[in-house]
């Protein structure tokens, strides 16, 4: 069984940054099919960085150069480095991870961008 804790979701003023984590257990740090996703109120939840392969990951369309995604094996952390946030950026923000025919999502974390 792999557990997914996301952490470090926070109120941030417009133009602010902020770095989630993803813890991930039982070796699944390992995967090539990974990533984040959120969903804000009253919305469909939506891609925000998926690793495709060991090297390359895909954003969304609104991330624009202004998220990055990278992980750390050692730690068994998957992080997402938020710069520039925008109001619209405002959501719960999860952790997925694709391990052994299975697909496992975190409890999610909220990042609240606002004045």
């Known amino acids: 069984q792999v557990q997914l804790v996301e952490s470090g979701g926070d109120l941030v003023q417009p133009g602010g940054s902020l770095k989630l984590s993803c813890e991930v257990s039982?070796?699944?740090?390992?995967?090539?099919?990974m990533g984040w996703y959120r969903q804000a109120s009253g919305d469909q939840r939506e891609l925000v960085a998926v690793?495709?392969?060991?090297?390359?990951?895909h954003y969304g369309d609104f991330v624009k150069g202004r998220f990055t995604m990278s992980r750390e094996s050692a730690k068994n952390t998957l992080y997402l480095q938020m710069d520039s946030l925008k109001p619209e950026d405002t959501a719960v923000y999860y952790c997925?991870?694709?391990?052994?025919?299975?697909?496992?999502w975190g409890q999610g974390t909220q990042v609240t961008v606002a004045s």
């Open positions: 997925r991870v694709y391990w052994i025919w299975r697909t496992y």
């Open positions: 690793l495709v392969n060991r090297r390359n990951t």
């Open positions: 039982a070796g699944a740090i390992n995967s090539n099919n």
